[in-house]
């Protein structure tokens, strides 16, 4: 168990529709980084928020958005679902910005019919 | 157009034998690399990290080449045993924001008891 609890685990949702995924650092990490996988773009980054500011991007999409809150759980929003978006999405979280070592939740996975 | 699922190399061992896993990386200008392991169902899990002012590193039955001349990595697990069955991931960072990670394909390892 890493620490990083990610919710809903797996979610099915329509083509045009908006979802919200959730996460949740472990205890005193300050950094939470969003990355997602699929079969054919492999892990991809997607943004790193710490303390509550955006600190870097990735190729995210404009239907994209994230935050990170107070209680620094984090958010993903994403709008106007394609079938492309289908996907695990992980929320990987550190205790500081000069480490790669990230501590990954389980995932959510996203189905998009 | 169709799109194409990632073909990830495969590496089959016996169980006791060492474990060479390699990984070619893209950019010159990276600067800190990291190994992850991901098993079935979950998030992938930190192993060992290097900066480019190696070219050795070791852990517990790991050890990390780094030869930066040729942009290669490699991961080599001592006496494999098939717990560490898993597909495993090389990642790059440039030093800016050091969770903002470059994943490689990956490589399946199966250990055979």
């Known amino acids: 168990d890493s620490g990083v609890t990610q919710t809903p685990k797996h979610l099915i949702t329509a083509t045009g529709q908006r979802v919200t995924l959730r996460c949740s650092p472990r205890?005193?990490?300050?950094?939470v980084y969003w990355y997602q996988q699929s079969l054919d773009q492999g892990l991809q980054f997607l943004i790193h928020y710490y303390n509550g500011e955006e600190r870097a991007k990735g190729n995210i999409l404009e239907r994209f958005s994230a935050q990170q809150f107070p209680d620094l759980h984090s958010e993903l929003n994403l709008s106007s679902l394609e079938l492309g978006d289908s996907a695990l999405y992980f929320c990987a979280s550190s205790v500081d910005i000069v480490t790669g070592e990230l501590f990954f939740g389980e995932g959510s996975r996203l189905t998009v019919l | 157009g169709e799109s194409v699922g990632l073909h990830l190399p495969t590496l089959s061992v016996q169980e006791g034998d060492n474990s060479i896993i390699n990984c070619a990386y893209s950019n010159s200008a990276s600067d800190y690399f990291i190994w992850y392991k991901q098993e079935s169902g979950k998030g992938p899990q930190f192993i060992i990290d290097i900066r480019s002012n190696m070219d050795k590193r070791q852990g517990q039955r790991v050890t990390v080449l780094l030869n930066k001349t040729v942009k290669h990595l490699s991961l080599q697990i001592a006496a494999t045993q098939p717990g560490d069955s898993a597909v495993y991931f090389c990642?790059?960072?440039?030093?800016?924001?050091?969770?903002?990670?470059?994943f490689g394909q990956g490589t399946i390892l199966t250990v055979h008891p």
């Open positions: 990642a790059e960072n440039m030093g800016t924001s050091y969770g903002k990670l470059t």
């Open positions: 205890s005193g990490d300050l950094s």
